[in-house]
């Protein structure tokens, strides 16, 4: 099996050279490539391939949030997880927003670290559904009112009954095994409603599903 290729983004080397040594004794993980700041990992990634980036958020010259948008809209596939120090860092949802797959804090046990990176190298979104929670309790209120004269979003039409329940059960943090549960579907079906959403609504992954099941009203807090 082709090992999982990681690039590593921290101003701090004390902190790469642990995320390296943690990596590498792994089996099917490897690092190929590290950067200081959010631009030197834009120039290396764009030469370098990489499956997964554990891209810091607080950096100079570039930080994380705009390092990942740069990422995301060259049409570059690496995955971005985004590490912080703080679970509700005013940089996360921005982050998120810009199309990283998930995020984790610093001081996460290493075999947390470890599967998220698996987790997000599959295409899953790393976020619980406590974090999902604290996240959409800070920023659905900034999102603009639907005027009460206007119908439903136009990307929901789109969508089968079967879909919706799925995306619903996805914005409130459910796992596919979950989703199968609460269904009463196979979980092979359940991945299957996923990439269906995935393709209609054109999104990334299921972070941003999350985000559009908020901003569409279809789920509210």
Avoid: W
Avoid at 67 to 92: C, I, Q, W
Avoid at 111 to 135: C, I, K, N, Q, Y
């Amino acid at each position: 099996m082709t090992p999982t290729r990681v690039f590593l983004v921290d101003d701090q080397s004390l902190v790469r050279g642990g995320f390296r040594m943690l990596i590498e004794a792994e089996d099917d993980m490897e690092v190929v490539g590290e950067a200081s700041d959010g631009a030197q990992a834009v120039r290396a990634l764009s030469t370098a391939p990489a499956d997964v980036v554990l891209m810091d958020i607080r950096m100079p010259v570039m930080d994380g949030v705009e390092a990942t948008h740069r990422l995301v809209h060259s049409g570059n596939p690496t995955k971005v997880l985004v590490l912080t120090t703080f679970d509700m860092d005013e940089y996360v949802f921005a982050a998120l927003k810009a199309g990283a797959s998930g995020f984790l804090l610093k001081d996460a046990r290493p075999e947390e670290l470890l599967s998220a990176v698996r987790d997000v190298a599959a295409g899953d979104a790393v976020m619980s559904p406590s974090v999902t929670r604290r996240l959409l309790e800070h920023v659905v209120p900034t999102l603009p009112a639907s005027p009460r004269d206007r119908g439903p979003d136009p990307r929901l039409a789109l969508l089968t009954e079967r879909e919706r329940e799925v995306l619903v059960e996805i914005a409130g943090g459910a796992t596919n095994s979950e989703i199968a549960r609460t269904l009463f579907m196979a979980e092979g079906t359940v991945k299957t409603h996923i990439g269906r959403l995935l393709a209609k609504l054109e999104c990334r992954d299921r972070v941003g599903l999350v985000l559009l099941a908020f901003e569409t009203r279809l789920v509210q807090l």
